[in-house]
């Protein structure tokens, strides 16, 4: 077997962690039940000299170690995942912030206390071994302590740690979010964007990009406006990276609009889940295998890791080996970094430089056209990805068909009502545990039945937006069955999760039979001036998810963030017990009608 060249300098991906033999003939031997664990292992030697003693292994072997050969020199030579990070308990964390104060359930006030608790648990700190002898270690030094997801995510995320800043900064936990934001800004100036999670094998790759609006949200708390000015030029790097490594050119009705895509243009298994990505190019022919690893990579990026989503159009859409991110115009996606363009001109004007500010008025502007032009339907009143391969929108439904609103990227005020009625036509609103995050069964963990925390967000501020009272009492209903759903998994487990599940009935192949879709309030919207990697199965009752690549994961990071968020805005109505969260058979739309009636 050949294994493919670097496509960055061994200083920065080395020959065990990111490519080469000693790297596949570990995971392919399988030694640990994730293939994550061994690439976060640390050496206990010198890179060169452990490739020597590999290379003399193997030669002795003929390039096939046995198993016991193997175990006895990774247990010469490595140690145990983990042991590069510290415990750290933030500086900054108080004992009663005055969120607490805001919630009048007192069982969810409880909760939220010890939510608020579990930051410590969360927090980390990377040792300075790290730094005295980078090339020993996968993990990328940080000089500032950090929140991480949980479980087996040791290290920071990028898209998680925006929704665990809003977390932290309801926890008056400022000072740890601004160590937090200077790290990802350090990336940036290092690597000229944000990798994925701050591991060497995440290089290749980013996720959905939030960095501007985590400065947005942590300006707006603090006015630390010096802070802002020192690092607005890093900001326009990273945004820069997007404009110009991931752009992609539409042409529709004689015009041709600009917008974005997830696109790792680089081959070979991911490291970190090595043996699967290399047993799945099985599935197709030899010379197909560097595009697949590709668009295995491109859907990581996406944070959609993995979904139906990124399979449909494709020659199998029930299989993974059939995933096609790359092909795919993101609502998400171009909702953030039209969000993000909004911030930077916002920035900019703040800071008297009118120039820039209109630079980026113009650029928000054009992708706001191109949003609309592209990926808006009017007649089913919602966003839609565009499929470049075959020049037309996938109607399927996922909460990022909503992504716009949510990101303040729409021109019509009465948007968020038309989007209220698609998800009322999508029978989205018979789903009392959580808003799935797709119709599709297919066993992967970003469809049905799962519903992660970070979507719940993107829908319920979303129309959230809207002057309607009652679509924002749609946005109230579904706050409360998130919290309900979150509240009953913890009382349970005392443990909160990824992801969970639950519509109102059973569903059997595709979620539901449904029909073809058809045609405020003050609170920290994006876009203006994980406790475990949270995903859970909707379909049970509401519990720890499941699919995908790996076991439901504890923590969680990005899960306690919205339910401090939720808690935070709807404190004085939410309850711990609300009956209207759990109707049947008609769930959340009975409810609704009901709480309109009594108000």
Not at 130 to 149: G, K, M, N, T
Not at 491 to 516: D, L, N
């Amino acid at each position: 077997m050949t294994w493919p060249d670097p496509p960055l300098p061994d200083s920065l991906c080395s020959q065990i962690y990111c490519h080469g033999e000693l790297l596949h003939q570990v995971q392919m031997a399988k030694l640990y039940q994730d293939d994550k664990q061994f690439v976060d292992m640390p050496l206990s030697n010198a890179p060169d000299q452990v490739l020597q003693h590999f290379r003399t292994l193997a030669s002795a072997h003929n390039h096939s170690i046995p198993r016991p050969q193997l175990q006895a020199f990774l247990q010469e030579h490595f140690q145990a995942a983990g042991q590069e990070l510290q415990p750290w308990v933030p500086e900054d964390w108080k004992d009663s912030p005055r969120i607490l104060e805001k919630i009048s359930d007192s069982k969810l006030r409880s909760w939220a206390r010890q939510l608020h608790q579990l930051w410590k648990k969360l927090g980390k700190k990377v040792r300075p071994e790290v730094l005295r002898q980078p090339e020993r270690f996968s993990l990328i030094y940080s000089q500032h302590p950090f929140i991480v997801p949980g479980g087996r995510f040791r290290e920071f995320y990028y898209w998680d740690s925006y929704w665990v800043m809003e977390g932290l900064l309801l926890s008056e936990m400022a000072g740890t979010v601004r160590g937090m934001l200077q790290n990802f800004l350090d990336l940036v100036q290092t690597y000229g964007h944000v990798p994925n999670g701050a591991r060497v094998y995440y290089l290749q790759r980013s996720q959905p990009p939030l960095l501007t609006l985590m400065m947005a949200r942590y300006v707006a708390h603090t006015s630390d406006t010096a802070f802002l000015r020192d690092n607005i030029g890093t900001l326009a790097l990273e945004l820069d990276f997007w404009a110009e490594k991931k752009n992609v050119s539409v042409s529709l009705g004689g015009k041709s609009y600009v917008l974005n895509r997830y696109h790792v243009p680089y081959g070979g298994p991911r490291p970190e889940s090595y043996s699967k990505d290399a047993e799945l190019a099985g599935m197709v022919p030899e010379e197909a295998r560097e595009a697949l690893w590709a668009e295995l990579k491109a859907g990581a990026e996406s944070g959609w890791d993995f979904s139906s989503r990124w399979l449909i159009g494709g020659r199998d859409p029930s299989s993974l080996s059939s995933i096609r991110t790359s092909k795919l115009v993101p609502v998400d996606l171009n909702a953030f970094l039209c969000q993000a363009e909004g911030l930077m001109s916002s920035f900019h004007a703040s800071l008297g430089n009118e120039a820039e500010a209109t630079k980026y008025r113009n650029l928000r502007a054009r992708r706001l056209a191109a949003l609309e032009a592209v990926l808006w339907d009017q007649e089913e009143g919602a966003w839609f990805d565009y499929d470049l391969e075959h020049g037309k929108k996938n109607h399927e439904f996922y909460p990022t068909n909503l992504a716009p609103l949510w990101a303040g990227c729409f021109s019509d005020p009465t948007m968020a009502d038309q989007a209220l009625k698609y998800l009322e036509d999508s029978q989205i609103l018979t789903y009392q545990h959580g808003v799935p995050t797709s119709l599709r069964k297919t066993g992967q963990q970003w469809d049905f039945p799962n519903a992660w925390a970070p979507l719940q967000d993107l829908v319920i501020r979303g129309l959230a937006r809207s002057p309607s009272p009652r679509t924002q009492e749609v946005a109230f209903q579904l706050a409360q069955n998130w919290i309900q759903t979150n509240f009953r998994v913890y009382s349970q487990t005392s443990a909160m999760y990824e992801k969970v599940s639950r519509p109102c009935a059973a569903p059997s192949g595709s979620a539901k039979p449904r029909p073809r879709p058809r045609g405020g309030p003050q609170w920290p919207f994006p876009g203006t001036a994980g406790v475990g990697d949270s995903e859970y199965d909707i379909s049970r009752g509401g519990q720890p998810g499941g699919g995908g690549e790996y076991e439901v994961q504890e923590g969680f990071g990005w899960t306690n963030g919205v339910v401090l968020m939720l808690l935070d805005h709807y404190g004085d109505r939410l309850s711990s017990a609300a009956q209207t969260a759990f109707l049947e058979p008609l769930c959340l739309a009975a409810a609704l009608l009901l709480s309109l009636l009594l108000r």
